[in-house]
């Protein structure tokens, strides 16, 4: 079993920035993909950014590619998600996740992962 809390989650204005946390519990995650997503009202839940074991390898999705990092620090078992830039249409309830699945590729679908956090909502006022 693995614990995910996230955290960072605010509000905030349009151009702004913030830093979500997400510190796993209850195992190591330094041997696995972990993930950020996101679900806004009446949607469907998105792929935002996704990194790899060492954090050398990271994926985007299309809508936040260049304006958010994803980072890790296994020490602290800790995954980050930097948001800048800042958009209305990024407010979402925000939420990590880790696989403890292999695989060869960037996982981007969400029934790709294992466990999820409880979610930090995101709101960017314009």
């Known amino acids: 079993q693995v614990q995910l809390v996230e955290s960072g989650g605010g509000l905030v204005q349009a151009g702004g920035s913030l830093r979500l946390s997400c510190a796993a519990s209850?195992?190591?995650?330094?041997?696995?993909?972990m993930g950020w997503f996101r679900q806004a009202p009446g949607k469907e839940r998105e792929f935002v950014a996704a990194i790899n074991q060492s954090g050398g390898s990271t994926a985007y999705g299309d809508s936040v590619r260049g304006r958010f990092t994803i980072s890790r620090d296994n020490g602290k078992n800790t995954v980050y998600l930097q948001m800048n830039s800042l958009k209305p249409e990024d407010t979402a309830v925000y939420y990590c996740a880790v696989t403890l699945r292999r695989f060869t590729t960037t996982p981007r679908m969400d029934s790709s992962y294992d466990y999820w956090g409880q979610g930090t909502q995101v709101t960017v006022s314009s």
């Open positions: 209850g195992r190591t995650v330094s041997n696995y993909y």
